[in-house]
């Protein structure tokens, strides 16, 4: 039996064309590996940072003490306590604009809070306690 030589050539186009269309679809798929490969980064480097930020007890407890210094807060009276890798902020009687803007700066801040309470003692005063994880 002899095999026509057309045969052979037209088994060799159809595999060279098959052998490259799998190539484009290979570099196809490394380009889009290339772009999340690159988000990801990119997010690694992002979360990198807020680690960075949000983990660092020195930072945390001089930007907690920076609040708490400031004029606004004097008469808040915030009792200060510090147990195991924890602050404790706590005022039995503070007035609503010393509240309001302890809160600010605490919702703004590099804090992780933990509990956090509010009781409304009258129309002009609040007593709360928060805790913050250093």
């Known amino acids: 039996m002899k095999i026509n030589p057309l045969y052979l050539g037209l088994l060799l186009v159809s595999a060279l064309i098959f052998v490259i269309y ?5 570099k196809a798929q490394l ?3 290339k772009r999340s490969l690159y988000k ?13 930020t949000w983990d660092n007890p020195k930072n945390t407890t001089g930007a907690l003490n920076r609040i708490l210094k400031a004029p606004q807060l004097k008469s808040a009276n915030i009792q200060k ?8 902020l706590s005022s039995k009687k503070a007035n609503l604009k010393a509240t309001n803007y302890f809160f600010v ?3 703004n801040g590099p804090f992780i809070l933990e509990k956090f309470q ?6 002009e005063s609040v007593s709360f306690s928060v805790e913050i994880r250093i």
Request: charged letters at 45%; zero cysteines.
């Open 40 to 52: 990801i980064e990119a997010m690694a480097e992002e979360i990198d940072a807020l680690k960075r």
């Open 31 to 33: 380009r889009e590996s």
């Open 22 to 26: 799998q190539l484009g679809e290979s």
């Open 105 to 107: 700066k605490l919702f």
């Open 118 to 123: 509010v009781k409304r003692l009258d129309d």
């Open 81 to 88: 306590t510090k147990k195991r890798g924890r602050i404790i």
